[in-house]
């Protein structure tokens, strides 16, 4: 069965620096999103990506995030200037249509803000 | 504020009982709603989905859909205990971006 896949499965980086998270969504899916799941919270939407724009995006998405769809497989979720509040499961998932239709989590990548 | 709520649990029921999860959203014009499960650290993984009221059964697992009420829940028969999980509902209220919005989760644990 196709998956999301995303890599690191966890990143430790210090605090101040840029990381980059990577995402292969599922290969005829044409819509992308990033969420996120801080320790023992509920998982709260970032933002999602359509036809290599962004269509929504959350209050938590400000400037020091930016998504970008390099190529004809990857999604990459950039934080610019990591902060310690930055520490969380970062998911990836993909939707096969915009409206209505589920969505396909990735194994998550664990970033660590030292 | 699209705000969905659920009860934390831990919700403990025997093996081989019906295990019932509920959830109620605020937001009167969401369209769909996702079960999801989740293990402890690892993703969200796809149970169901329903879209119109009434009931929607795939195995042992029954999706409920009350629109008036704002209100869904599902329910898992022959409860397994390797269906200890956390359950999340999530709501897509059908904006551009397709957001869900997920509640906090029920923790369910099964014993045998």
């Known amino acids: 069965e196709p998956e999301v896949t995303q890599t690191p499965s966890h990143q430790v980086t210090q605090m101040g620096q840029e990381v980059i998270l990577r995402c292969v969504p599922i290969s005829n899916h044409l819509y992308f999103y990033w969420y996120r799941q801080i320790l023992g919270q509920k998982v709260e939407f970032l933002v999602s990506?359509?036809?290599?724009?962004?269509?929504?995006k959350s209050e938590i998405f400000d400037d020091q995030f930016s998504v970008e769809r390099p190529d004809g497989s990857n999604f990459t979720l950039k934080i610019r200037s990591t902060k310690l509040e930055d520490s969380a499961m970062y998911f990836c998932?993909?939707?096969?249509?915009?409206?209505?239709?589920?969505?396909?989590f990735g194994d998550g990548t664990r970033l660590s803000i030292l | 504020q699209k705000e969905v709520e659920q009860n934390s649990g831990p919700l403990s029921v025997p093996e081989g009982a019906i295990a019932s999860l509920n959830c109620t959203y605020s937001d009167r014009v969401s369209q769909s709603f996702f079960w999801y499960r989740q293990y402890s650290g690892k993703s969200p993984e796809l149970i169901m989905s329903i879209y119109s009221n009434g009931d929607k059964e795939d195995g042992r697992f029954t999706a409920q859909l009350n629109k008036a009420s704002q209100y869904v829940s599902l329910l898992i028969r022959d409860s397994q205990p390797s269906d200890s999980a956390t359950y999340l509902c999530a709501v897509n209220s059908g904006g551009a971006g397709n957001m869900l919005t997920f509640g906090g989760g029920t923790r369910l644990m099964v014993k045998p």
């Open positions: 990506f359509y036809n290599n724009e962004i269509s929504e």
């Open positions: 998932a993909s939707s096969d249509l915009m409206v209505d239709q589920p969505q396909h």
